[in-house]
């Protein structure tokens, strides 16, 4: 009876552990990193295998819409999706890039930096103090 009580109690105490406030959750990433300069290198008449250069392997890659490649690509921090895009690359029947469709997300780096003023980008002169200094 002792050791069936303890039992439960010692089960219940390590499954309480588990919805203890604060545990560390991983970053989880899934899919492909896109980027604007890998989708600015696509030029239309390009083949599958220079397309597969640029990109990488698609995710999906489907026999049944075989001049369709999706790229996927999901973060996820602290159980909550933080970014997702999907990115559709088209060919012809020739197996020749057309064009893609989709959009990546806004990075907020790159538009913080766009937004800086001309004069913030400019590298301020170092006044020289010292002996040699004039």
């Given at each position: 009876?002792?050791?069936?009580?303890?039992?439960?109690?010692?089960?219940?105490?390590?499954?309480?552990?588990?919805?203890?406030?604060?545990?560390?959750?991983?970053?989880?990433?899934?899919?492909?990193?896109?980027?604007?300069?890998?989708?600015?290198?696509?030029?239309?008449?390009?083949?599958?295998?220079?397309?597969?250069?640029?990109?990488?392997?698609?995710?999906?890659?489907?026999?049944?819409?075989?001049?369709?490649?999706?790229?996927?690509?999901?973060?996820?921090?602290?159980?909550?999706?933080?970014?997702?895009?999907?990115?559709?690359?088209?060919?012809?029947?020739?197996?020749?890039?057309?064009?893609?469709?989709?959009?990546l997300?806004?990075?907020?780096?790159?538009e913080?930096?766009?937004?800086l003023?001309?004069?913030?980008?400019?590298?301020?002169?170092?006044?020289?103090?010292?002996?040699?200094?004039?």
């Amino acid at each position: 009876m002792r050791a069936s009580i303890l039992t439960v109690l010692l089960g219940i105490a390590t499954l309480a552990g588990c919805a203890f406030p604060g545990v560390y959750k991983l970053n989880v990433q899934q899919g492909n990193i896109v980027t604007d300069d890998m989708l600015a290198q696509l030029e239309t008449g390009m083949t599958q295998r220079q397309v597969e250069y640029v990109m990488g392997t698609p995710v999906v890659k489907t026999p049944y819409q075989q001049q369709r490649w999706d790229y996927l690509y999901s973060l996820e921090q602290n159980d909550e999706v933080t970014k997702r895009y999907h990115i559709r690359v088209y060919f012809d029947e020739q197996g020749i890039y057309t064009h893609y469709e989709g959009q990546l997300p806004v990075d907020p780096l790159k538009e913080k930096k766009q937004q800086l003023p001309a004069e913030e980008e400019q590298e301020k002169p170092v006044k020289a103090e010292g002996l040699l200094a004039s």
